[in-house]
T-cell receptor, first 113, second 113 residues
Framework: ETGVTQSPTHLIKTRGQQVTLRCSSQ?????VSWYQQALGQGPQFIFQ???????GRGNFPPRFSGLQFPNYSSELNVNALELDDSALYLC????????????FGQGTRLTVV | QQQVKQSPQSLIVQKGGIPIINCAYE??????FPWYQQFPGKGPALLIA?????SEKKEGRFTISFNKSAKQFSLHIMDSQPGDSATYFC????????????FGQGTTLQVKP
């Protein structure tokens, strides 16, 4: 176990709705990165939060947004859900300082119908 | 310049065999090359990682070979076991930020008893 926990584990939403996914980072880790993994594909980087500030973003539209809290836990929000948003959403945490491995949670499986 | 190309897409070996998975990257600024193992319904788990100052790294039955001039790296699994059956992803990143990973497309490995 990595100590990175995500909730919920599964979620079904209707197209057009909004969803919030949550991640608790490993103890001592202040950096959280979010990824989207479509079925049969590698994870794709959405964005990263470091000490409550966004620290880089991948090629995802603005309806994907996030937050990081003072305890370094994080949320991923997706507005106006589309069918193509159906995927496994992963968060990864890493400690301060560069060059240290990132560890993933078990993911949230989002299905948009 | 941000792609990581992984091959083969799938691989079947007999127990005890040595599956080899290859990855090629384009961005010469990449300086961290991890391999992740993912079982169905789970998040990716870090297996082993290498930095470009060495050409090979071994951890248990897993070995990374790294060729900086060719911009390629590969994973070898010695004495493979049925429990190694999973999807394997290579990844790369640069600037010391190990949370901003670019993943390959994945290789599904089946180890037959």
């Amino acid at each position: 176990e990595t100590g990175v926990t995500q909730s919920p584990t599964h979620l079904i939403k209707t197209r057009g709705q909004q969803v919030t996914l949550r991640c608790s980072s490993q103890s001592g880790h202040n950096t959280v990165s979010w990824y989207q993994q479509a079925l049969g594909q590698g994870p794709q980087f959405i964005f990263q939060y470091y000490r409550e500030e966004e620290n880089g973003r991948g090629n995802f539209p603005p309806r994907f947004s996030g937050l990081q809290f003072p305890n370094y836990s994080s949320e991923l929000n997706v507005n106006a859900l589309e069918l193509d948003d159906s995927a496994l959403y992963l968060c990864a945490s890493s400690p301060d300082g560069a060059n240290t491995e990132a560890f993933f949670g078990q993911g949230t499986r989002l299905t948009v119908v | 310049q941000q792609q990581v190309k992984q091959s083969p897409q799938s691989l079947i070996v007999q127990k005890g065999g040595i599956p080899i998975i290859n990855c090629a990257y384009e961005n010469t600024a990449f300086d961290y090359f991890p391999w992740y193992q993912q079982f169905p319904g789970k998040g990716p788990a870090l297996l082993i990682a290498i930095r470009p100052d060495v050409s090979e790294k071994k951890e248990g039955r897993f070995t990374i070979s790294f060729n900086k001039s060719a911009k390629q790296f590969s994973l070898h699994i010695m004495d493979s076991q049925p429990g190694d059956s999973a999807t394997y992803f290579c990844a790369s990143c640069g600037g010391g930020n190990t949370g901003k990973l670019i993943f390959g497309q994945g290789t599904t490995l089946q180890v037959k008893p």
